[in-house]
């Protein structure tokens, strides 16, 4: 029968979870309030303990091994349970309070339209919403779970693909008029939002358009892009429920068509992701909260029409 494994000392573990983030000795023993030689002689005892070297030493600097890396990550998630543990257990009035934090426009386009629906199912949760556009770090905000824009690349969280965000090239009449193929678009302003600097390349790559420099403007959010778009600034990407109040109005025309992006590989499409650290799906309010965000189903309570199908883009 195998023995039950030993575990390092905590105070151990601690500095060199203190180490790995601050990447520095005495960084690490300021934030810890002891010596550089207290961190040093913790983290020998715990390479001794462990049987591996866990920095490299390179001058005044340290660098982690791929030892130290692997660990990081797991008395990282270790630590951050610790403290949600302390947080729910102490704060005693919080405990069926769920912080929920979510980009702007999913906030504004799907949730808020919704959220009633969850209040009959736990009508006693005390929920919050935030807007940040940023991944807030869950401890020091005090998030319990956030839905983000992007491609799913939160490798440490519990992540789940709640809707995806399928793009339409959009501009003006006027410069619709000017724009017969995909290359034409090189003559224009591309109008982007600063999350997204992979989106344009992906999609003109897509489109077999050759683009030498960056002929692209960041906006903060999707609402200022969409905006600029209007006024005429130049070429936008609009999400699918933007766009077509934009084009049913006339405000805005689909140069190369809506349908020009739909074989589009998956990968290359961003949604809307919930994040949530998988310690936090242990308390009662937080996981009916994910579970009914997940069991949605986004699109169609909204009527989003589908996009046509694909056809031959001229060139």
Same mark, same amino acid.
């Given at each position: 029968?195998?023995?039950?494994?030993?575990?390092?000392? $905590?105070?151990? $573990?601690?500095?060199?979870?203190?180490?790995?983030?601050? @990447?520095?000795?005495?960084?690490?023993?300021?934030?810890?309030?002891?010596?550089?030689?207290?961190?040093?002689?913790?983290?020998?005892?715990?390479?001794?303990?462990?049987?591996?070297?866990?920095?490299?030493?390179?001058?005044?600097?340290?660098?982690?091994?791929?030892?130290?890396?692997?660990?990081?990550?797991?008395?990282?998630?270790?630590?951050?349970?610790?403290?949600?543990?302390?947080?729910?257990?102490?704060?005693?009035?919080? @405990?069926?309070?769920?912080?929920?934090?979510?980009?702007?426009?999913?906030?504004?386009?799907? $949730?808020?339209?919704?959220?009633?629906?969850?209040?009959?199912?736990?009508?006693?949760?005390?929920?919050?919403?935030?807007?940040?556009?940023?991944?807030?770090?869950?401890?020091?905000?005090?998030?319990?779970?956030?839905?983000?824009?992007?491609?799913?690349?939160?490798?440490?969280?519990?992540?789940?693909?709640?809707?995806?965000?399928?793009?339409?090239?959009?501009?003006?009449?006027?410069?619709?008029?000017?724009?017969?193929?995909?290359?034409?678009?090189?003559?224009?302003?591309?109008?982007?939002?600063?999350?997204?600097?992979?989106?344009?390349?992906?999609?003109?790559?897509?489109?077999?358009?050759?683009?030498?420099?960056?002929?692209?403007?960041?906006?903060?959010?999707?609402?200022?892009?969409?905006?600029?778009?209007?006024?005429?600034?130049?070429?936008?990407?609009?999400?699918?429920?933007?766009?077509?109040?934009?084009?049913?109005?006339?405000?805005?025309?689909?140069?190369?068509?809506?349908?020009?992006?739909?074989?589009?590989?998956?990968?290359?499409?961003?949604?809307?992701?919930?994040?949530?650290?998988?310690?936090? $799906?242990?308390?009662?309010?937080?996981?009916?909260?994910?579970?009914?965000?997940?069991?949605?189903?986004?699109?169609?309570?909204?009527?989003?029409?589908?996009?046509?199908?694909?056809?031959?883009?001229?060139?």
């Amino acid at each position: 029968m195998t023995g039950k494994l030993r575990l390092p000392p $905590l105070n151990a $573990l601690r500095v060199f979870h203190a180490v790995a983030q601050h @990447r520095s000795f005495r960084q690490a023993a300021d934030e810890l309030l002891v010596t550089p030689q207290a961190v040093g002689q913790q983290i020998k005892l715990l390479e001794d303990t462990l049987q591996v070297t866990l920095f490299e030493r390179k001058g005044r600097t340290i660098e982690l091994t791929e030892s130290a890396i692997l660990l990081s990550h797991y008395v990282k998630a270790g630590f951050d349970e610790f403290s949600e543990g302390v947080r729910r257990v102490t704060k005693t009035t919080y @405990r069926d309070r769920i912080n929920l934090n979510a980009s702007p426009y999913f906030a504004t386009h799907y $949730l808020l339209p919704r959220l009633s629906y969850f209040r009959e199912i736990l009508p006693g949760a005390d929920l919050r919403l935030t807007t940040m556009v940023d991944l807030p770090d869950f401890g020091r905000d005090d998030i319990d779970m956030t839905v983000q824009w992007g491609y799913g690349l939160w490798l440490d969280y519990e992540q789940t693909l709640l809707v995806p965000d399928p793009k339409i090239i959009c501009c003006t009449p006027a410069i619709g008029a000017r724009i017969a193929s995909a290359q034409d678009l090189t003559g224009f302003q591309l109008l982007d939002t600063v999350k997204s600097k992979r989106l344009w390349p992906d999609i003109l790559r897509h489109l077999s358009v050759d683009l030498s420099g960056d002929r692209s403007i960041g906006f903060d959010d999707a609402a200022t892009m969409r905006r600029a778009t209007l006024q005429g600034i130049g070429v936008g990407l609009i999400s699918v429920i933007d766009a077509e109040e934009d084009l049913k109005s006339g405000a805005l025309v689909a140069p190369l068509g809506r349908d020009a992006l739909v074989d589009m590989p998956q990968d290359q499409i961003p949604g809307f992701y919930l994040i949530v650290p998988r310690g936090h $799906l242990r308390v009662k309010a937080v996981g009916a909260l994910h579970r009914w965000l997940v069991q949605q189903d986004w699109r169609s309570d909204l009527k989003v029409s589908p996009l046509p199908v694909a056809k031959p883009l001229s060139t």
